[in-house]
């Protein structure tokens, strides 16, 4: 073999053997490994919802963990790799996840695709908490499925088709949860809550909002504040303070012993929980439902 050709044939291995182990292009959205849309929520109730939605072809999680607050999260490092990789976000939005704009600006570039659930709803009084009506959860699913087809248009109907079949189970759930409520007559209907997460399913249902401990997140009532709740309380008949698991009962505690009412601290809204019986969204609406009516009786 010629010299010159002995040289020609080393040049080729010698670029064959680069391109073999050169790393494959990264990309900031990247499908989950099982191949499923890699789908993250910013809390664990809307789960339900895309999983409901893209069945099998996702894979979902929720950035705060189940039993923390989104009011109050700190993101961690963590959160912001995880978004990197994520092809769709669904979050909230209407003042919920103050802390989510910039851990999504802190992985650059990205071709995340954002679902913001809450968009075209009616935001009262800068309560975000509106997935508590099941009927503003139709809203959210309705995103959802916008945003799954817009990543995988190939599957569209099938979304879609999901999306209607969840709605169905929505508005069954609308209207048991409205029938037990009015078998409870309408002036005990009422609740003094820890923080204003039950304002929409109020709402909904026919219940008085008549106080409310945390107005906004961290900030703790005054002296009058309290007193306040107390005599809504005691001039209401009002037959308990309901709360969450991830807040310390030490106010919830307070009013209730100085207005001789009892505490109900194991409602669930802004998270799921760990026991089967919260562990999605209509579970978790019929669960509340009954602690609710039942303190109500």
Not at 76 to 101: F, H, I, M, S
Request: with cysteine; glycine share 6%; net charge negative.
């Amino acid at each position: 073999m010629s010299l010159k050709r002995l040289s020609a044939l080393v040049c080729a291995l010698l670029i064959s053997a680069c391109s073999s182990h050169a790393p494959a292009p990264s990309s900031s959205a990247a499908p989950a490994a099982s191949g499923k849309i890699n789908v993250l929520t910013t809390i664990s109730t809307f789960n339900s919802f895309v999983s409901a939605v893209g069945g099998d072809r996702v894979d979902v999680s929720s950035l705060v963990p189940i039993g923390a607050s989104p009011e109050t999260y700190q993101p961690t490092p963590q959160d912001a790799a995880r978004l990197a990789q994520a092809q769709l976000l669904v979050e909230n939005g209407a003042g919920l996840e103050t802390w989510l704009a910039r851990t999504i600006k802190s992985i650059g570039s990205s071709n995340l695709k954002i679902v913001v659930g809450s968009a075209g709803l009616p935001v009262v009084g800068g309560n975000p908490h509106l997935w508590m009506d099941p009927q503003y959860a139709k809203h959210y699913v309705a995103a959802i499925r916008d945003g799954l087809i817009a990543i995988d248009p190939a599957h569209a109907e099938e979304y879609r088709a999901n999306a209607v079949k969840y709605d169905t189970q929505l508005d069954m759930l609308t209207t048991r949860i409205a029938a037990k409520y009015a078998a409870i007559p309408k002036a005990r209907r009422m609740m003094i809550v820890y923080h204003p997460a039950f304002q929409y399913y109020d709402a909904r249902f026919g219940i008085q909002s008549l106080g409310v401990i945390e107005i906004s997140p961290g900030q703790e009532p005054n002296p009058q504040q309290i007193a306040h709740l107390i005599d809504l309380a005691k001039a209401h008949d009002v037959h308990a303070i309901f709360s969450e698991p991830e807040y310390s009962p030490k106010l919830a505690h307070q009013i209730a012993g100085s207005a001789n009412i009892s505490i109900v601290d194991n409602l669930y809204d802004d998270s799921l929980g760990t026991k089967p019986e919260v562990a999605d969204y209509i579970s978790m609406l019929e669960y509340d439902t009954d602690i609710i009516a039942r303190s109500m009786k």
